[in-house]
């Protein structure tokens, strides 16, 4: 039985019932033969909800397992996505340049790169977008609060 | 129209016009190259440095750029599986995968020949089929929107891989995300759950970077962190002279393609890629290979997405309707200049219209040279190693999710879909018909509710219009015959299969 993918199915399901919920709240169509708001998304929803269910039926049935999907060392990836993340979280506060070094050094050397190369490629990657983004195109990129 | 054309090439063969072709066609492809930077974007920023330049010049330059960058958009498609414009969405599938097989030049290299190809073919159309074309394109209502709509959409069955009900559940899914936002008729706010960013719904390019580019970020983790994963070795070979002949009827096919879509205001390159993917993969004898690297699954976008620049061209000159948001910001530019674009433009300004025509060839064959001259700097970019290219794909998809509304916000969504991306991959679940529905969504939705307003809720207006009715049977048939194709071809397997078991019992 392929979990991952039943999983996934279920998910779907849940999310699309909510939402179907949340379409009854919208208003309805100023004519009753002219579709309103919600119409396309109940439609699409219903479909989600058939197409999940079709989903988990047939890999019930096979009862084969998920090919190839290994999750052992999820802890590191994690520990990566959430480096990612907090590089986000702080693009507001400390702005884009300054997360982006910090974030291009510590990413280089979780996934086993040298300090040499994390330095460098930050300071390169950076002065490249600094100069295309903001002196040639003017482009803004995120500030900080404080910087 | 020959001597129009001799009168344009006299004006284009100045230094100033030859000038702007080279700085037009090294922008554009800088432009796409980088996430968050495309056609339309990279012509506003052009378009104030065009004020003191002459009328002719300044639409040699944008339309310059404009080439360059359907090009461009693919470059970072191929290397690092981040379409750098929406048009290279469908090349990333066989162009990352033929990349990843160790034949990135080769990918390049197919790309570059496409684009070329098809932005010739394309100017062709726009030079002698402008008048003709552009009220082809006028015939399209709501109900023919909707159809061409639902016409893309049945390209999911041939993307879905193994399993048709997840190619579809994605699709939908796609889809559902278009209805986010703001409903196009009644402006009523729908699944906004009170967040102001989205009520203009959420925008595609964050969610597609997130889904390809971030996700595979976190794949390149995953192997980095294993400390398994081997330097993969880049081939730097570039394409043959046979492999180049195996491309040229797919190439032909999707030129054609490209320049009849892009004359569709609205439909643009972002559509007609996916329908020359599409195509390509049908008529191919060997359908299994596109997804794992086949060079027509390169060769039929990007010769279909680069041909969408002179078919947007058409509405623009013939009518003065702008056919994409890149000939929409082109047209401000020419009224700039006190132009109004239509029919008289032909009349009263044909050394605008000539010396265009004639520079968008000039500007697909420089395209060419260019091209081949940073093709062994891009193959470069590969031989980074894992650990350093990770984090910056990831740095260059938060400029990418960022600048498209200048929102924070953006680069969460990207993260968000980055995650999702990572997650349905691992499962099999296909990302491309989950792109695909966000695509075509809107043109869907906003088309048959259109439809049904003017019907008075009677769905017959889609099938008693002929051009309606004729793309939803090719939608049919679209859908169809590829699950028809796979279902004779397991059959065929399974008699090879039980002849070859009796055989071994006898």
């Known amino acids: 039985m392929k979990k991952g993918t039943i999983i996934i199915a279920l998910l779907s399901i849940m999310t699309s019932v909510f939402l179907y919920f949340y379409t009854l709240k919208l208003p309805m169509p100023t004519s009753p033969n002219v579709p309103g ?63 982006t070094f910090i974030f291009i050094i510590g990413m280089v050397l979780l996934m086993g790169g040298k300090l040499t190369h994390a330095f460098g490629a930050s300071f390169l990657f950076l002065t490249f977008i600094y100069l295309v983004f903001v002196k040639l195109f003017h482009l803004p990129l995120p500030k900080g609060t404080f910087f | 129209m020959i001597e129009n054309l001799l009168y344009g090439m006299e004006i284009l063969f100045t230094w100033t016009n030859l ?67 929406a048009a290279a969405v469908a090349t990333v599938i066989d162009g990352y995968a033929l990349n990843q097989r160790g ?19 394309s100017t062709l159309f726009l030079i002698f089929l402008s008048i003709p074309l552009a009220s082809f394109a006028l015939r399209f209502g709501p109900p023919e929107y909707f159809s061409l709509g639902v016409f893309g959409l049945a390209i999911v069955a041939s993307l879905s ?60 983790l995953e192997e980095s962190l294993k400390k398994t994963a081997v330097t993969q070795k880049i ?50 004898k060997n359908p299994d290979e596109f997804g794992k690297g086949a060079l027509a699954g390169i060769a039929a976008p990007e010769s279909a997405n680069n041909a969408t620049v002179g078919g947007a061209l058409v509405p623009l000159l013939a009518l003065g309707v702008p056919g994409s948001p890149t000939t929409a910001i082109m047209l401000g530019a020419l009224m700039l200049h006190g132009l109004q674009p239509g029919p008289q433009l032909f009349v009263k300004n044909p050394d605008v219209v000539y010396s265009l025509f004639v520079s968008l060839f000039f500007a697909c064959i420089l395209m060419l040279f260019v091209g081949l001259m940073f093709t062994k700097l891009w ?9 350093v290219l990770g984090p910056i794909i990831f740095a260059l998809s938060v400029i990418g999710a960022f600048t498209v509304r200048k ?16 997650i349905f991959k691992k499962y099999e679940f296909p990302l491309a018909p989950a792109i695909l529905g966000m695509v075509l969504g809107f043109m869907i939705e906003a088309n048959l509710r259109r439809s049904l307003l003017l019907s008075q809720g009677d769905f017959s207006i889609f099938f008693t219009r002929p051009l309606s009715l004729l793309l939803i049977v090719l939608a049919l048939v679209s859908f169809i015959y590829p699950i028809y194709k796979g279902w004779k071809k397991e059959m065929e397997t399974k008699k090879v299969e039980e002849i070859k078991a009796n055989e071994n019992q006898q």
Do not use: H
């Open chain 1, 37 to 99: 708001p919600a119409y396309v998304p109940k439609l699409y929803l219903t479909l989600a909800v058939v197409l999940a269910a079709t989903i988990i039926i047939s890999n019930w049935i096979s009862r084969l397992p998920d090919k190839d999907v290994n999750w052992e060392r999820s802890p590191f990836v994690i520990m990566g996505i959430a480096l990612m993340l907090l590089s986000v979280f702080f693009i507001n506060l400390l702005g884009y340049f300054i997360v």
């Open chain 2, 19 to 85: 000038l702007a072709v080279l700085i037009g066609v090294t922008a554009g492809i800088a432009v796409g190259v980088l996430p968050g930077l495309g056609p339309s974007i990279g012509v506003a920023l052009l378009v104030p440095f065009t004020y003191t330049l002459d009328p002719a010049t300044s639409l040699i330059l944008l339309a310059a750029l404009y080439v360059g960058a359907e090009y461009g958009g693919s470059i970072s498609a191929i290397l690092i599986s981040t379409p750098g414009t």
């Open chain 2, 103 to 121: 034949f990135p030049g080769k990918a390049l290299n197919a790309s570059l020949i496409s684009s070329t190809v098809g932005g010739i073919i």
């Open chain 2, 161 to 220: 891989g193994k399993s048709l009900a997840k190619g579809l559940l994605m699709a939908v899914l796609g889809l559902i995300v278009t209805t986010v936002g703001v409903d196009p008729i009644s402006g009523v706010p729908r699944f906004t759950f009170g967040r102001y960013e989205l009520l203009e719904g959420i925008p595609f390019l964050p969610a597609l970077i997130g889904m390809f580019a971030i996700a595979e970020v976190f794949k390149m």
């Open chain 2, 235 to 284: 081939e730097s070979a570039l394409l043959s002279l046979k492999e180049i002949r195996s491309i040229v009827p797919t190439i032909l096919r999707g030129s054609v393609i490209g320049s009849l879509v892009g004359t569709i205001p609205g439909a643009g390159a972002g559509v007609a890629c996916w329908i020359a993917y599409d195509q390509e993969k049908r008529l191919s």
């Open chain 2, 379 to 387: 193959i470069k970019i590969l031989s980074l190693p894992i650990s």
């Open chain 2, 407 to 422: 929102m924070v916000f953006d680069v969460f969504l990207a993260f968000g879909f980055g995650i999702l991306g990572f």
